[in-house]
């Protein structure tokens, strides 16, 4: 009687904790990955900024900027001269005068072509850089999501333990009662049990860590507690052939570095435009009048225009040593765009045969896993019928507990490097489903 009486009360605790879980994961919002990626899309602070940073280049992007368009000047002049006399102030001048001015450079050497695709590469640049950060804010949030959702699981692994460890607890000490065990193994029961609620404390700690690690990613208006879906997806084997296809042509730092080049060619050109001679058109007109003599008096007023041309014979050789100068950083951009190339292309390799053996300590996880909880249930009951020690059934409850974060942090690892080859492919973590 007294046994089925503890049982029956490890039962109700082991209910009651999983009651308490479920009142606490019902009490803040559930989030689930595709809300959070959404959240991140909309309200990410990096995200945002590099939406402006991309929206600067866009507005700079122009045939204004790259000097075109003419320049006109409107002017509007007057003063006004007064002398003191011991006896009186009288006016001894004034002035008023307007006129407006049309500027044009009708010939620069091309330098306006020029610069008019360095700013169009610019642009084009900001929009790699753009799809870049939301690639790198979105696979990182995905991680935080991960990294969450494991810690609730290792806690609710530790939550159930520590009923398991409070049953055997009442269990040992039921035995020591009517003397079945000695008071040394219901000491160590006790302190196993303490043992596991230390656990689940710092599991809370690491828990509330992670979900603030994904609050900041979260930007504006976050919510101060959520909790996340346990359930990470399985990890899938990958193609490598059209992985490899898609970091080729997908990899955002490689296409910015190509950019760098062009812009670097460019310069070379807007550096050697600099030897041609420029023309400038001009064309105006000015109207006024000045107060002379008590009265006021029209001054010449009409159009004016004209034609400059202007060339640079001799600067002590500083455009020859600019030109030499842009062709070496020519040849650096490139040198810096193949050693990119090449370390990324190692590092995703590399990240494709460590995902492939991740995979396989995920099988093998999922298999031990099952016996080890297969094996627990089975020593549990054997200690409640007095067919094993203490410490054996500790030992076969750590296994399992071992076991179960092991798997955790085995799908974990997958997908974290799952998802980092996505992301130096270009892709959004959704291609990895």
Known sequence: MHKRRTIINSLCYSGCLLLLSATTTLAAPLLTLEEVVEIVLQHNFDVKIACNKQRIAAEKYHLGTAGFLPSLDVKLRGNDRFLTH?????????????????????????????????????????????????????????????????????????????AVSKEVLQLTEAKYKVGKCTRLDYLTAQVQHNEEQVKLLLLEEETTKAKLNLWILLGENALEDFAVVEAIPPPTLLDWPSLEEAFTTGNKSIAIS?????????????????????????????????????????????????????????????????????????????????????????????????????????????????????????????YRLGGITLLALHQARKTAQETTVRSLQAIYDAKVTELELWRLAGRLPGAAH
Request: net charge positive; proline share 1%; charged share 20%.
């Open 86 to 162: 011991p006896e009186r102030k009288y006016r001894d001048g004034a002035s008023l005068s307007a006129g407006t001015t049309l500027n044009w450079r009708l010939f620069s050497g091309l330098s306006s072509l020029y610069y008019y695709e360095h700013l169009g590469n610019r642009s084009q640049i900001s929009q790699l850089k753009t799809a870049q950060v939301v690639v790198d804010q979105v696979t990182k949030a995905t991680k935080r999501y991960y990294t969450l959702a494991v810690a609730q699981g290792k806690k609710r692994v530790s939550e159930n333990s520590l």
């Open 258 to 382: 190509q950019k760098d080049c062009e812009n670097a060619a460019l310069d070379v050109q807007l550096q050697q435009a600099k030897l041609w001679p420029t023309v400038d058109f001009s064309f105006g007109y000015n109207l006024g009048s000045s107060y002379q003599k008590d009265r006021w008096e029209a001054t010449p007023r009409g159009f004016r225009g004209g034609i400059s041309v202007s060339f640079n014979l001799f600067h002590a050789f500083q455009h020859s040593t600019d030109i030499q100068v842009a062709g070496i950083q020519v040849d650096s951009a490139h040198v810096g765009l193949a050693k990119q190339q090449t370390e990324l292309a190692a590092a995703f390799r590399e990240l494709f045969l460590q995902h492939t053996q991740q995979l396989q300590r995920y099988d093998l996880a999922l298999q031990h896993l099952q016996l080890s909880q297969e094996n627990v249930a089975l020593a549990l009951e054997q």
